[in-house]
């Protein structure tokens, strides 16, 4: 039986892979979650030192290119660009709950070599989404607890039942 | 480094002006030196002036023409007026030895008196040498340099994010603006 795509968050952040701040998508099946990074580049008072001093490229090669996250073969998605992917029948501990922040995203797995591997990620909303929703009267508080919402739905109805009832949730 | 053409003139024009500042507050030292007779007499002293030593440090070393030792003070402007007047006065440095080195850090102190006189026993006339350094470090010009520098160094990180930020508007035109759920597709 073929893996299923449950869903796509479009937007979160995390500073996993390089320790700095960096933007990615999360795209969730019902057998893995796959953090797939928007570039290779972070975002942060060290990444923008650097980015100074590169060299910028024509407006052409800077532009990314897009990623059909309907289509695009899975394992290809979750080895490309440093993408973190982790197996839900891996998971061990997971949570969702508010921080200062936004909504937080923490997944304890173990891999196949039994080492533990840590996911921590922080859903938000994106800033045009919000704006967009506070044209149509919906608060920005309330624009950006609605996605973090639809994103909990989202892990709740890919995630194996054992792990979904261990997990703690937002209420 | 097209778009950020000017953050460089700029940056380079802080450095330009942060440089010859951290120069000048940073290496210049005033040098001195003072020969001091000390008179015979068993309360005569010998003493030199030392003005605009405010928020720098003084330093330097003192010798005696005999083997007797001598006693050396450093003074400041109130006190040595107390010293004159035989009142009971606190040295900011004091040392007995025929040789050696003093050291005094004091911001607030605008004029300093180094004062010699005989070490115990010796009443005869006494011949002192003393040099000194005023090491010039001006807290105000090292932090208006650091402050020009550190300030070149922000506008280049402001230039990059500002830079990133482009970038990531192009990502997110790429992407849907709101979580999907999927209808069940398989791969």
Redesign the interface.
């Known amino acids: 039986?073929?893996?299923?795509?449950?869903?796509?968050?479009?937007?979160a952040t995390t500073i996993m892979r390089t320790g700095q701040l960096e933007?990615c998508?999360i795209l969730v099946s019902d057998r893995r979650t796959i953090l797939a990074f928007?570039?290779r580049?972070p975002?942060g008072?060290r990444?923008?030192?650097?980015?100074?001093?590169r060299?910028?490229p024509d407006p052409a090669s800077?532009?990314?290119q897009?990623v059909d996250?309907?289509t695009v073969?899975?394992d290809v998605l979750a080895v490309m660009n440093d993408n973190i992917s982790v197996q839900h029948s891996a998971i061990e501990k997971l949570e969702y709950k508010k921080g200062l922040s936004g909504y937080s995203l923490f997944i304890e797995s173990r891999n196949l070599e039994g080492k533990k591997e840590i996911v921590l990620a922080t859903i938000a909303a994106?800033s045009?989404?919000v704006k967009?929703q506070k044209s149509e009267g919906v608060p920005a508080k309330e624009a950006k607890r609605q996605?973090a919402l639809?994103?909990q739905?989202?892990f709740k109805?890919a995630m194996p039942s054992v792990v979904a009832h261990k997990a703690r949730w937002v209420e | 480094m097209k778009s950020g053409w000017w953050v460089t003139v700029v940056w380079i024009a802080m450095l330009a002006v942060a440089m010859p500042i951290g120069w000048f507050y940073s290496s210049d030292a005033i040098e001195g030196s003072a020969h001091l007779t000390v008179p015979e007499g068993a309360s005569t002293f010998a003493s030199y002036r030392v003005d605009d030593v405010e928020g720098f440090s003084l330093s330097g070393e003192f010798s005696s023409s005999t083997d007797s030792p001598v006693e050396l003070m450093i003074l400041d402007e109130g006190e040595y007026l107390k010293f004159l007047a035989n009142s009971s006065y606190v040295a900011e440095f004091r040392a007995v030895a025929i040789s050696g080195e003093f050291s005094v850090d004091k911001p607030s102190m605008e004029t300093c008196h180094i004062v010699v006189r005989h070490g115990a026993g010796l009443i005869v006339p006494q011949e002192v040498e003393v040099s000194y350094t005023i090491s010039a470090v001006n807290p105000v010009g090292m932090l208006s340099a650091y402050g020009f520098a550190f300030g070149g160094g922000l506008l280049i990180v402001y230039d990059g994010w500002k830079r990133h930020k482009k970038h990531e508007e192009i990502v997110r035109e790429s992407k849907p603006l709101d979580v999907i759920f999927f209808d069940s597709e398989s791969r």
């Open positions: 039986m073929g893996e299923t795509r449950v869903g796509l968050i479009p937007y933007t998508a928007d570039s580049r975002l008072p990444a923008a030192f650097k980015e100074f001093f060299k910028e800077e532009a990314p897009p996250f309907r073969d899975l994106p045009d989404l967009k996605y639809k994103a739905e989202l109805r």
